[in-house]
């Protein structure tokens, strides 16, 4: 009797379920460009006719039900989406009945991470789940439960976010729609196509010289890609300026890390295009958007997600005051989130009854110097440590080099001591005790 082929890799086909002709082309001229880099990972968006249909009216959503609520009360919707989700996860199972959601406990990264599978509704079916692992900078890696139709719903959030620049994001067959930059020693590299986007173009690339056969093919294949929209990050988008392709965008996004409007402006003006700044975290997807040239507030993006400032105690704060931003609800149905507070601070402000962010205090990349004085991506740092199971740790670099690990499991001082040495070389590390509590900042570099 034969046995099923379970290591079998899915085919175009199967990963893309509404691939035309057209797109398998593209897909190809992606693939085997005389410059494209060594692609190490294959994707699809894995969309059937029924889910892209469902990508479209929440699509119609987003651009037609901007988040509204006024400051001394909730959206609308909200009082339901708690009474059908509160009995559905053992995370809250326990709770009592009739809460309000200021009586409700905020949760935040470690509890994810914690048992992921606390907070996932139980009456869902898992045969198409799409699992995501992600690194953090608070010091909890994550893995995620997604849908195929939830990860395609990023698109009409890009699309509302483009649309305070006036950039339109069309159906764009036939071309390169999505470019996704980074810049990392090692990362994944992929082409594939989104079907909610006309079958358009998507890539993954690592602008990084260790990604590219040649040192000419980084430029040859960006400018033969031609995208119509470059996401990325601060770091990234540095290297995409110093690599200057004769490219123009429609517009570029910036997320992940905090974007200074300095680059932001050297952006627009080596590209000719709008720089937009997304404040985005993998368990939410795309929260909120800003032209990045400017110091203004930050729109806010989903019509179902309600955004508060807390306090210490997890008492929301009046307009105007400042403290940790937190989430409730979202577009992914397989973790919906209840009082989660994201790590990064800010105030909310009102024009009538919508709802905005300022001053917001995100995440700002480290940059590690290694033994040669080269610069290592802390998110290369994160890979790195990925074989480790490590619950939390602390990486700190002071101005003359040497290196201060702190981790809460003291048996991996030696594995973490060797990895960290093929990273950075052999600067001098000590390897201390993390005190107990909760939060840490991962990665920390001092200023000389």
Wanted: hydrophobic content about 40%; proline content about 10%.
């Amino acid at each position: 009797m034969s046995q099923p082929d379970s290591d079998r890799l899915p085919t175009d086909t199967e990963r893309h379920p509404l691939l035309s002709d057209a797109g398998a082309a593209l897909l190809r001229a992606m693939r085997e460009h005389p410059s494209a880099p060594p692609f190490n990972a294959a994707c699809g968006d894995r969309l059937d006719h029924q889910g892209l249909a469902a990508v479209a009216a929440y699509d119609a959503l987003v651009q037609q039900a901007p988040p509204r609520w006024a400051p001394d009360g909730l959206p609308d919707w909200l009082p339901t989406w708690l009474a059908r989700t509160l009995p559905r996860t053992r995370a809250a199972r326990g709770w009592p009945t009739g809460l309000t959601l200021a009586q409700l406990p905020s949760s935040d990264r470690a509890d994810l991470t914690h048992d992921i599978t606390a907070h996932v509704p139980e009456d869902l079916p898992l045969d198409r789940l799409v699992v995501h692992q992600t690194f953090g900078s608070t010091g909890h890696r994550l893995t995620l439960p997604w849908t195929p139709e939830a990860c395609a719903m990023y698109l009409p959030l890009l699309r509302r976010a483009l649309a305070m620049v006036d950039v339109p994001l069309p159906p764009l067959p036939g071309r390169v729609g999505v470019l996704l930059a980074c810049w990392q020693a090692r990362t994944v590299v992929v082409a594939s196509v989104a079907s909610a986007l006309g079958e358009a173009g998507f890539l993954k690339l690592n602008l990084h010289p260790q990604s590219w056969r040649q040192p000419g093919d980084c430029v040859d294949y960006l400018q033969w890609a031609n995208p119509w929209l470059i996401t990325g990050d601060p770091l990234s988008f540095h290297e995409l300026l110093r690599l200057a392709p004769k490219i123009r965008p429609a517009a570029l996004v910036s997320s992940s890390m905090a974007l200074s409007p300095a680059l932001a402006r050297d952006l627009r003006d080596g590209f000719g295009c709008p720089v937009v700044d997304l404040y985005s975290l993998n368990e939410t997807g795309p929260i909120a958007a800003r032209d990045a040239c400017t110091e203004g507030p930050w729109t806010l993006l989903q019509p179902q997600l309600y955004v508060e400032v807390l306090g210490e105690d997890d008492q929301p704060l009046p307009p105007g005051h400042w403290g940790e931003l937190t989430v409730t609800g979202g577009f992914d149905p397989y973790l919906p989130l209840l009082r989660y507070r994201t790590g990064d601070q800010a105030r909310l402000q009102w024009r009538g009854q919508l709802p905005g962010i300022a001053a917001l205090q995100g995440r700002a990349p480290v940059l590690f110097r290694d033994h040669a004085g080269q610069l290592v991506n802390n998110i290369d740092i994160s890979v790195a440590l990925k074989p480790l199971p490590l619950r939390r740790f602390s990486l700190r670099q002071y101005a003359d080099d040497r290196l201060e690990l702190a981790l809460d499991q003291l048996e991996y001082t030696d594995p973490a001591r060797a990895i960290l040495q093929r990273c950075l070389g052999a600067l001098p590390l000590q390897v201390l005790a993390l005190p107990e509590g909760d939060k840490v900042p991962q990665f920390w570099r001092e200023q000389a």
